[in-house]
């Protein structure tokens, strides 16, 4: 088992930068993922346990950048030139093999999931 806490969402306006954290209980791969109101959830961004392997979504390429702190099992994802479109809430994943690399880019690859922290981008 694997707990994962998000956090870092909020408002912010059209251009702009958020930060979100994923804290969890053991070292492991990890995803973002996000869904909005109405839509299907979609594959964002991950990196592996060691954080030698990233991927992302071509919608977030360039905008979005995924890291790690391995002292403290945090994953980040740092969010730039935000659009209203990125409007969603944002969610930690961890699969069940912990080393797994590189990471999966569909929900069910992932078996651990956090509780989610909204995202608002106003234009």
């Known amino acids: 088992q694997v707990q994962l806490v998000e956090s870092g969402g909020g408002l912010v306006q059209a251009g702009g930068s958020l930060r979100l954290s994923c804290a969890a209980s053991r070292r492991t791969g990890m995803g973002w993922f996000r869904q909005a109101p109405g839509k299907e959830r979609e594959f964002v961004a991950a990196?592996?346990?060691?954080?030698?392997?990233?991927n992302y979504a071509d919608s977030v390429k360039g905008r979005f950048t995924i890291s790690r702190d391995n002292t403290k099992n945090t994953a980040y994802l740092q969010m730039n030139s935000l659009r209203p479109e990125d409007t969603a809430n944002y969610y930690c994943?961890?699969?069940?093999?912990?080393?797994?690399?590189?990471?999966?880019?569909?929900?069910?690859?992932?078996?651990?999931w956090g509780q989610g922290t909204q995202v608002t981008v106003s234009s």
């Open positions: 994943a961890a699969p069940k093999v912990p080393f797994l690399a590189p990471l999966g880019t569909n929900s069910y690859d992932y078996n651990y």
């Open positions: 990196i592996n346990w060691s954080g030698s392997s990233t």
